[in-house]
Nanobody, 124 residues
Framework: QLQLVESGGGLVQPGGSLRLSCAASGFTLRSYDIGWFRQAPGKGREGVSC????????SYADSVKGRFTISRDNAKNTVYLQLNSLKPEDTAVYTC?????????????????WGQGTQVTVSS
């Protein structure tokens, strides 16, 4: 089955950190730009970050710039999102997907492959 599987979410206190993983199953991740999205309760989907196939080009939403870091390990068929200095407003379901980074982090949309998401809750 061709799919992306996210993991690494959880409950963390404000100021804490998490590392999310996005693993590909059934296909090779290296051929695709990968984006992370999030959706908070009652809100629409928001583009968070994007990484190019090589990993050399990354982009971030202003709301997470300087706190989140996207990276990829094509040998492990996995993309990561490091979340630092977490805030309660970062609480959301985080989902990864194959995207076109050229569309920009605010306009990118899931293309062809996407996962089910992992819950991140930031609360004291």
């Amino acid at each position: 089955q061709l799919q992306l599987v996210e993991s690494g979410g959880g409950l963390v206190q404000p100021g804490g950190s998490l590392r999310l993983s996005c693993a590909a199953s059934g296909f090779t991740l290296r051929s695709y730009d990968i984006g992370w999205f999030r959706q908070a309760p009652g809100k629409g989907r928001e583009g968070v970050s994007c990484v190019s196939t090589s990993g050399f080009t990354t982009s971030y939403a202003d709301s997470v710039k300087g706190r989140f870091t996207i990276s990829r390990d094509n040998a492990k068929n996995t993309v990561y999102l490091q979340l630092n200095s977490l805030k309660p407003e970062d609480t959301a379901v985080y989902t990864c997907a194959a995207v076109y980074c050229s569309a920009g982090v605010y306009r990118m949309k899931p293309e062809r492959y996407w996962g089910q998401g992992t819950q991140v809750t930031v609360s004291s």
